[in-house]
């Protein structure tokens, strides 16, 4: 009786052990893709902004970018075409990214030195991709760049997101890592392959979809697939999204926003779209 209340207790201390240990990687999961989100978010929706408000800037746009100025507030700028580029106006979301509770600011200024920064490590992640055969581009989709500077480390995610609103791209995404001077360090693939899956939102959709992660890529579901669902759920009926690996399910609740990574179970014998 000693040895298996003994070999009991240790079960359960093995189990609450590893359940606190994918609770982390799950915080850190959802922290990150909450940062890409944000920057998402808000330039997709300052992009439908600055078409409409400022058309006649549209041919001096050298391109955009957004960041956290606050976790109340996420500023995307749109940056001339210039050698030494000036910013030709600032929209200011709260966190709730309501267009018409945005701010609109059409002062033309310089950079701040946050947003030079950000700026540098877009302009260099946009010439990495011209310039090397490392990213695979697909018909109608484009890139999207996620400059980020946080807790020290500076990165760029690319997504890749469809020209039609009729599509949702899980990914063919990367992350580029750089030092304190913004030159590069590593480029990762997240994922081989992408998975395009179309929707309606006048119809029903599946509740609950699924795609896999091959070995060598990412065991768990990454914080780009994340920020993806975060940027469409609202528009679709999913429920859930579920990555399956090798070892690893991860669940992400599309209604909570909540992520529950649990050991590779009977979802794991399915034929889900391999990634």
């Known amino acids: 009786m000693k040895i298996s209340f003994l070999l009991f207790a240790s079960l359960i201390s093995s189990a609450v052990f590893a359940q606190i240990e994918t609770k982390k990687i799950a915080d850190s999961i959802i922290a990150e893709a909450k940062e890409i989100y944000r920057s ?3 330039s997709w929706y300052g992009s439908e902004i600055f078409e409409e408000k400022f058309k006649q800037q549209k041919q001096n746009t050298g391109g955009h970018f957004s960041y956290k100025v606050s976790p109340a507030q996420t500023n995307c700028v749109f940056f001339s075409t210039a050698n030494d580029p000036k910013v030709l106006a600032t929209i200011i979301f709260d966190s709730n990214y309501i267009s018409a509770k945005a701010q609109i600011d059409s002062k033309q200024r310089e950079f701040t030195l946050v947003e030079k920064d950000l700026y540098s490590l877009q302009k260099a992640a946009v010439h990495e991709v ?3 055969a490392f990213f695979k581009e697909h018909k109608n989709t484009n890139f999207n760049f996620v400059p ?10 690319i997504l890749t997101s469809a020209r039609d609103d009729r ?7 990367y992350l580029l890592t750089f030092n304190s001077e913004n030159k590069l360090i590593s480029k990762k693939q997240l994922h081989p392959n992408f998975v395009s899956v179309k929707y309606d939102k006048t119809t029903d959709n599946p509740t609950t979809t699924a795609h896999r992660h091959a070995s060598p890529y ?14 469409y759920e609202k528009f679709i009926k999913w ?3 579920m990555v399956v690996s090798k070892d690893w399910t991860s669940i992400w609740d599309c209604q ?5 990574i649990n ?3 009977i979802w794991n014998k399915l034929n889900f779209n391999n990634q």
């Open 256 to 260: 909570a926003n909540t992520l529950t």
């Open 40 to 42: 998402e978010m808000a």
């Open 148 to 157: 980020l500077i946080q807790n020290g480390e500076k990165k760029v995610y």
């Open 218 to 231: 990412s065991d768990f579901i990454t914080p780009t697939d994340i920020c993806t669902l975060m940027l």
């Open 167 to 173: 599509s949702i791209i899980l990914g063919s995404d």
């Open 130 to 132: 011209k310039i090397t």
């Open 263 to 265: 050991k590779s179970n």
């Open 239 to 241: 429920e859930k999204h």
